[in-house]
C-alpha cells in the first residue's frame, strides 16, 4: 500500500484533505470516494497500481476535438469517485471500493512503457474521478512527462487547490465535466458544490492547460435555455469564449431512470444558444 497524499491526522483517526468534502475518516474506516483508508493512524490509496479498465482510445472520445486530434491515448481507470452523480455512466467501476471491481497490478513505469511500446502519444486518466487515485496519477504523468508523452485529465473537476497546483505542471489537457450551473443540483444530484469546479477551470486555464467542458444534459434538470445561457455566460465572463464545448446526451442509467434519453433537438437548442453567446467551438456528444 502506498500512504496517501494531503491529509492531516486527528484525535479519531485523519481528515483527508485531496478534495472539498474533507472527509473525517475514523481509523478502519474509507472516504466518500471508497478507495483512501485510514490504517494505524495515516491514510492510504488503496487504488494505487490496480487499474480496473485500460483501452487504447481516440483522443476525440474523451472528449478533445481540439488537442492533438486524430490520434489515440492510452486511457486508464483505478475504481473511485468523490461524487454520487444519479446517472453515473460508469457507477460499475466509479462508485465501488478496489476490491468490488476486476483490476490488474500494474507500475507507474509498465504504464509508461506500454504506451511507448505502442507509439501512442498521450496517457488519458479517465473513466472514474482521476482525482481520488491522485498519487497514482501522479507518479504516471511525471514519468509520461520526462518521457515527451502528454497527460490527459478527464474529470469533475472536484477537488483542492493544493493537490491540484502540484499536478498542473504535468497536465497537458483537460476535459471537465460541469454538471449543471445550480449549487442545488451539484447538492441534489452529485452531491458535491460547483464553486471549487468553476475555480479549477479558471485555475488550469491560467497555467496553460487545453481546456475543454462537456456539460451532460438531463431533460428536466439543466437543459432550460436559462441553465444553458448561465454557463455560456460565465465562459464568456471569464474569457473562455475559445474553450470548446461539449453538450452531451444522457441515457438512464445507475440510480436513474427517468426521464429518457435527451432529445436530439434539445442538443441541437443548446447549441444555438451557445453559439448565440459567443462561443466558438460547440459540439454534441453521443448523437
Not at 42 to 59: E, F, I, N, Q, T
Not at 262 to 267: E, G, I, K, N, V
Request: glycine letters at 6%; hydrophobic letters at 35%; charged letters at 25%.
Amino acid at each position: 500500500m502506498i500512504e496517501a497524499n494531503f491529509y492531516t491526522p486527528t484525535d479519531e483517526g485523519v481528515q483527508c484533505l485531496l478534495c472539498p468534502h474533507h472527509c473525517r475518516i475514523r481509523e478502519g474506516s474509507r472516504g466518500l470516494c471508497r478507495s483512501r483508508e485510514c490504517r494505524d493512524g495515516k491514510l492510504y490509496a488503496l487504488s494505487y497500481g490496480r487499474p480496473c479498465a485500460l483501452a487504447v482510445d481516440p483522443v476525440e472520445k474523451k472528449p478533445l476535438n481540439r488537442f492533438m486530434p486524430g490520434t489515440y491515448c492510452l486511457s486508464l481507470s483505478c475504481t473511485g469517485c468523490n461524487l454520487s452523480c444519479r446517472w453515473c455512466q460508469n457507477s460499475d467501476i466509479s462508485q465501488v471500493a478496489p476490491e468490488e471491481a476486476d483490476s490488474t497490478s500494474l507500475s507507474p513505469e509498465a504504464v509508461v512503457e506500454m504506451c511507448l511500446r505502442r507509439g501512442l502519444p498521450s496517457i488519458a486518466y479517465t473513466y472514474t474521478e482521476p482525482f481520488t487515485w491522485w498519487e497514482y496519477m501522479f507518479d504516471i504523468a511525471a514519468i509520461a512527462h520526462d518521457k515527451g508523452l502528454k497527460n490527459i485529465l478527464v474529470s469533475a473537476g472536484y477537488v483542492e487547490k493544493e493537490p491540484l497546483r502540484e499536478f498542473l505542471p504535468y497536465l497537458d489537457a483537460a476535459n471537465i465535466d460541469i454538471k449543471a450551473m445550480d449549487e442545488d443540483i451539484y447538492c441534489k444530484y452529485c452531491g458535491a458544490s460547483l464553486t471549487p469546479v468553476l475555480d479549477n477551470i479558471l485555475a488550469m486555464r491560467e497555467a496553460g492547460v487545453h481546456v475543454e467542458i462537456t456539460n451532460l444534459l438531463v431533460t428536466g434538470l439543466n437543459d432550460s435555455e436559462e441553465h444553458i445561457g448561465m454557463l455560456c455566460r460565465w465562459m464568456a465572463d471569464n474569457g473562455l469564449q475559445d474553450v470548446p464545448l461539449h453538450f452531451s446526451r444522457y441515457f438512464p442509467r445507475y440510480k436513474m431512470k427517468e426521464p429518457g434519453p435527451t432529445p436530439a433537438r434539445t442538443l441541437f437548442r443548446a447549441r444555438e444558444t451557445a453559439l448565440s453567446h459567443g462561443i466558438l467551438n460547440v459540439y454534441l456528444g453521443n448523437v
